[in-house]
């Protein structure tokens, strides 16, 4: 489930740095300021962490810096060989946002960037849910991720992306699942979160939610 994209992600995982440095044209915008926006998730951390879709290991190389306990979930596994070198220290499972191994110890934060938008909306409010049972109540969800704020701005950075002939890259905005930020806030708001969204470049935004309420779930 929601593991449609990984082969491209075994293929793009020893050029991956390079494209978050901003080498690729195509991509440049999206990762426009990728450090600080690692670095502004990493500001709003609490206590042990959970990470999804860790690809090389930016992310949790910083967490990791800063003290925390982190577990990493990757379902790539060339990505996983690339963040292994990065942070050998760090446990990183084969696992995805919605199958991942229980964990022994009080999951306080979980976090990830550039990755939730391979789940459907279905998926994303079905691994919201989810994970609104591990955290307790204030617990958080911190995020990064492109989104849009409506259907039109969505529309218009795939014309403005074939415009300057950025065809990959209006295909990804085409054909992955990237959510209106209402969307994101209901997902959020009905598993139990309140959430604030701050826009990060023209592509990403932070996605800072805390649980604020127990959610009775029928399984
Ligand atoms: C664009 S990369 C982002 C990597 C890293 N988090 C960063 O910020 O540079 C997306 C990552 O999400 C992973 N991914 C794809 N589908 C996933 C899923 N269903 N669950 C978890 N991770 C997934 C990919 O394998 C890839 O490593």
Redesign the pocket.
């Given at each position: 489930m929601?593991?449609e994209?990984?082969r491209l992600?075994d293929h793009w995982a020893k050029d991956y740095d390079q494209t978050?440095q901003g080498y690729d044209p195509e991509y440049k915008a999206v990762f426009l300021d990728y450090d600080m926006i690692?670095r502004a998730i990493v500001d709003q951390v609490q206590g042990n962490v959970l990470e999804?879709?860790?690809?090389?290991g930016?992310?949790t190389a910083k967490i990791y810096a800063a003290n925390h306990r982190i577990f990493g979930?990757?379902?790539?596994k060339e990505?996983r060989k690339q963040a292994k070198l990065k942070v050998p220290q760090v446990t990183i499972y084969d696992g995805?946002?919605l199958k991942y191994p229980k964990f022994d110890c009080q999951i306080d934060t979980i976090v990830?960037?550039?990755?939730f938008h391979?789940?459907t909306d279905t998926e994303k409010s079905q691994a919201i849910l989810a994970y609104s049972r591990i955290l307790p109540l204030g617990g958080r969800i911190i995020f990064a991720d492109t989104a849009f704020a409506t259907k039109k701005a969505r529309e218009e950075a795939i014309r403005k992306a074939e415009k300057m002939q950025y065809f990959n890259l209006a295909e990804d905005l085409k054909t992955e699942y990237y959510p209106l930020l209402h969307e994101l806030e209901q997902a959020f708001t009905q598993a139990g979160f309140k959430i604030e969204f701050k826009r990060l470049n023209d592509f990403v935004w932070l996605m800072a939610a805390e649980k604020v309420r127990e959610v009775e779930v029928i399984d």
């Open positions: 929601g593991r994209f990984i992600f978050v690692l999804f879709g860790v690809g090389t930016n992310l979930v990757e379902p790539s990505m995805d946002f990830s960037s550039y990755a391979h789940l």
